[in-house]
């Protein structure tokens, strides 16, 4: 069991993943997203399922909104389905504090330079509190070399959750 009230962001870095220590899918996902340099390819449509995409606009101490959660994403199972599923708004994690604690790794994938780091806190959600540990990458990209609009793409793998 995670330890109560104890919340930990870490950035890891990429050479992490290059070093083997990440999850294997995730990894793919790296390895695929550097071969195309940042740029939105073919590649990316393999690894969909399993992403969150937001926009490249930071707003106050938060991360960018988000407008795309894959049907496999980790904050798609987390969340749940209903709040995937919101139209109409911007889509914001339901915890203000986890907005604020994941802003910095959002800031420094934007900042053309792929984030990869470990989370472990407690997540306040309705009526209920959620410990959950997870590792996440966060890579900016491009649709094409001389775009000025990016997006990020959230690539996130839960390894322990537990509601209290």
């Known amino acids: 069991m995670l330890t109560k009230d104890r919340t930990v962001f870490t950035e890891l870095g990429t050479e992490a993943i290059e070093k083997g220590l990440a ?29 969150s995409l937001c926009s490249d606009k930071l707003e106050g101490n938060g991360p960018p909104p988000i407008f795309y959660v894959g049907r ?14 919101q139209q109409g708004q911007e889509l914001r994690t339901p915890d203000p504090d986890l907005e604020e604690a994941s802003a910095a790794a959002y800031r420094a994938a934007l900042e053309e330079r792929p984030y990869y780091g470990y989370a472990r806190t407690s997540i306040h959600m309705e009526d ?26 959230y690539f996130g793998v839960i390894q322990d959750l537990q509601q209290l």
């Open 128 to 153: 209920k509190v959620v410990d959950i540990a997870f590792e996440r990458l966060i890579i900016a990209l491009r649709p094409s070399p001389k775009s000025d609009r990016r997006f990020c793409a």
């Open 72 to 85: 496999r994403s980790s904050q798609r199972h987390l969340f749940g389905e209903d709040w995937a599923m």
């Open 23 to 51: 999850d294997p899918q995730l990894s793919a996902f790296y390895e695929s997203m550097m071969s195309s340099s940042g740029l939105v390819s073919e590649k990316l449509r393999e690894h969909m399922p399993y992403l």
